[in-house]
């Protein structure tokens, strides 16, 4: 037997045999090299062959999967000039084949994509390697897909996205990686399917067909488990199994501790995609949809149109359940370089969200107009983050009347939603008093009101041992701001990380906390917890939830 550690991507326990992907070996400098124009018409060839692929790979998935979304983007990048024409450049140049100058067309991209800093673009790089590969593979004649038709522990040093889109999730028992990364698009995707999944996992080669437990709670696997092994995780995985029917039960269920405190548990999501996940698990609603994927990762900056349909379609599929969008965010760590921000010291105490939505007036309103006529198609919030001031708030409140005003005369349906501001600054939370007379909501960002209150970089991890969610001083900010919002009549509510911590939804209860919104899977798990509660709640308002 052979045991190892791993960083968990997906919760869960799974026992199997392997079935291992191995890095194709496309083999493609064996192919003959023709003339210039038959390499470039073959490059053609390749490229829509692919295409048909993709396609044909979507109908199998259903064009409303998460999985369809990312092929849907891969079945444009394989008619992107910007993959194809540096491979027209390199044949033009000749001594090389099709295939060979899309493989390294395709490289030099994602070699782009992984030198920005940012791991959402980096993980990007994937896609570019499939789609190269892909029409590589085209050009070559050779068959790309494998996948296991029994129930299987996929093994790989990394999947591709296409890959994981096209396991059939009743084979997939666990997926194990060798490397990959939590932000990559075969992970995203994995959580989506609910598959316990391990990466950074360091597995010998060639272990095809070996029974292998995963332990995707505790993060460990065991190669060739023994015996004792084999039981042991047997029992694990029929307590997991078992605790996930019981918190499976709690669906449909109000989230109200026995004081009779009510509680909406909502998701927050990062894009689109994961809104079916978050559904699955029973959100009461979006309580933080991050807007920054539609900006991030593209080349400029998404239109009115883009965004509207972006908000309009998570609008619809929620079907009357409330979705809190936060607007523009980037800045410090979120990085995206047609925005030209200048190079900071502290970025982090820089020009980000909303200071950068306040200086660039005609940018900010092009996302206001489009979260008010998503507004008129469902049950929308807009929430402003890093607040500071209260000269902030109402700045932004005039823009959005101006936005709604020019909708109306141009004839646009359109709705104002209600607007809430995020309290993520100790600025905020010692004025919300004061806030609180100006929005509708507050919901309180643990993460960076932690960093900012005690002075802790959140992305520097030697700092882990001092980042504690039950700081007083944190703690005291979040009473005071619930205070004062019920003080106010405005609802409160936390989507910072401390929201899902099961030891704090006790604290939460008593200061009369009215939403926490945590990562889908974690919704039926903090659910559970108020159901159990045996907290006091001393702030009750006595009224329901305003959204
Ligand atoms: C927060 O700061 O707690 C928060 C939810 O926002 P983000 O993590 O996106 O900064
Ligand atoms: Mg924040």
Redesign the pocket.
């Known amino acids: 037997m052979q045991q190892g550690k791993a960083k968990i991507a997906g919760n869960g326990i799974a026992i199997g045999p392997v079935f291992e992907i191995k890095t194709q070996d496309l083999k493609v400098s064996d192919l003959a090299i023709l003339s210039i124009e038959d390499e470039l018409t073959r490059l053609q060839a390749g490229s829509e062959d692919a295409l048909e692929q993709i396609k044909a790979l979507i109908d199998e998935q259903g064009s409303d999967s998460a999985a369809a979304e990312i092929l849907e983007f891969h079945a444009m990048l394989c008619q992107e000039d910007e993959l194809l024409d540096p491979a027209r450049e390199l044949i033009k140049q000749g001594g090389i084949n099709a295939a060979v100058a899309i493989l390294q067309a395709g490289k030099a991209q994602a070699d782009e994509f992984k030198a920005l800093d940012d791991p959402y673009m980096q993980a990007r790089a994937a896609d570019m390697l499939d789609v190269s590969q892909r029409i590589a593979s085209c050009i070559a004649g050779v068959k790309l897909q494998t996948k296991p038709s029994v129930r299987s522990v996929i093994v790989a040093d990394d999947l591709t996205p296409s890959q994981t889109a096209a396991f059939a999730r009743e084979h997939v028992a666990a997926i194990v990686l060798r490397q990959g990364t939590l932000n990559s698009h075969a992970a995203i995707l994995a959580r989506n399917m609910g598959v316990p999944s391990l990466i950074e996992a360091s597995l010998p080669l060639n272990i095809d067909g070996k029974i292998m437990a995963v332990d995707a709670t505790a993060g460990c696997y065991y190669l060739e488990p023994d015996e004792p092994t084999i039981v042991k995780m047997q029992q694990a995985k029929d307590d997991w199994d078992k605790e996930q029917l019981k918190l499976f039960a709690l669906r449909g269920k109000a989230s109200i501790a026995p004081c009779g405190h009510k509680m909406l548990v909502c998701a927050n999501i990062g894009s689109p995609d994961e809104i079916e996940f978050a559904l699955d698990n029973d959100c009461e609603g979006v309580g ?1 949809m ?1 807007s920054e994927f539609l900006y991030i990762g593209h080349e400029t900056y998404p239109t009115e149109e883009e965004q509207y349909q972006a908000y309009a379609r998570v609008a619809t599929t929620l079907n009357g359940r409330p979705l809190v969008i936060r607007t523009l ?1 980037i800045g410090a760590d979120k990085k995206c370089p047609y925005f030209e921000l200048p190079a900071e010291e502290n970025p982090a105490l820089g020009l980000r969200a909303l200071r950068i939505c306040l200086t660039r007036p005609e940018l900010f309103k092009v996302q206001l107009r489009a979260i008010c006529r998503a507004a008129a198609r469902g049950n929308i919030l807009l929430m402003l983050p890093m607040v500071t001031a209260v000269s902030e708030v109402q700045k932004a409140k005039a823009l959005l009347e101006e936005s709604l005003r020019e909708l109306i005369r141009e004839g646009k349906a359109c709705t104002r939603p209600q607007l809430g501001i ?1 309290i ?1 600054t100790p600025a905020a939370a010692v004025l919300s008093a004061q806030l609180a007379r100006e929005v509708e909501f507050f919901s309180i ?5 932690m960093q900012y209150t005690c002075a802790l970089d959140r992305q520097n991890s030697s700092l882990a041992p001092f980042y504690d969610p039950h700081h007083p001083a944190l703690l005291e900010l979040i009473k005071l701001t619930a205070r004062n919002a019920h003080a106010a009549g405005i609802w409160v509510g936390i ?2 990380e401390a929201a899902a911590d099961l030891s704090l939804t006790n604290t939460f209860i008593e200061y009369g906390i009215d939403e926490l919104s945590v990562s889908p899977s974690r919704i039926l798990p903090v659910r559970a917890q108020i159901l159990s509660s045996d907290a006091e709640c001393s702030n009750r308002r006595g009224s329901e939830i305003l959204f």
């Not at 960002?445 to 009101?449: A, I, R, V």
């Open positions: 933080l991050r965010d995020m993520e960002g643990t993460n960076d009101l989507c910072g």
